[in-house]
């Protein structure tokens, strides 16, 4: 028995569509779990012993600064800022002028913009995603901001300068601002 070619075609379609989508959720991060490093692991998990979450703190507040631990790890060559929206995210993206890169990346390096605050949220609720890619225009940062009602960060890599992801008052209006700068560009 033959297939009829429009049955392959129409299949052929689909299947490409059910990829792209795969793909731009993928992309987007909301398959996103947070997988730290076995390293960071070991020093930023909670352990059993600490007898309040001021211990846990103390831990990340050890390693605040530009050290081993700085986001994103690498020098950036560029930012570019994408909505977090479905299928359109690639095409509405805005690369970052070298002034703005340089207060992003300074402002994600400073635990005085984030407070201890832990709150659920879904990265699906973020309304913005920043990529940070090196000189061979390889990602080697992704932060997802959730802003509206939620006032939270999520980072890959991690970085204990941005303690659990929730933005300070002082955070909130500097990255208001910087993004701002960004939109006006």
Request: contains cysteine.
């Amino acid at each position: 028995m033959k297939i009829p070619k429009k049955i392959l075609y129409t299949i052929g379609v689909l299947a490409l569509i059910g990829i792209v989508i795969i793909f731009d959720i993928a992309d987007r991060g909301q398959f996103y779990s947070e997988n730290l490093p076995t390293d960071e692991q070991n020093i930023f998990e909670w352990k059993d012993h600490y007898d309040e979450y001021q211990d846990h703190r103390n831990i990340y507040k050890e390693h605040f600064g530009f050290g081993k631990y700085k986001f994103p790890r690498e020098h950036v060559a560029k930012i570019k800022l994408f909505k977090n929206s479905f299928l359109t995210s690639r095409f509405t993206s805005k690369t970052v002028s070298e002034l703005n890169k340089a207060d992003l990346i300074t402002f994600f390096n400073n635990p005085g913009n984030f407070n201890w605050l832990e709150t659920t949220w879904s990265l699906s609720e973020s309304e913005y995603i920043l990529r940070f890619y090196n000189l061979e225009n390889k990602q080697i940062g992704k932060v997802w901001l959730c802003l509206e009602g939620c006032g939270m960060t999520e980072s890959e890599p991690f970085s204990p300068n941005m303690k659990y992801g929730g933005l300070s008052k002082v955070g909130k209006e500097n990255l208001n601002f910087i993004l701002n700068e960004i939109f006006t560009e």
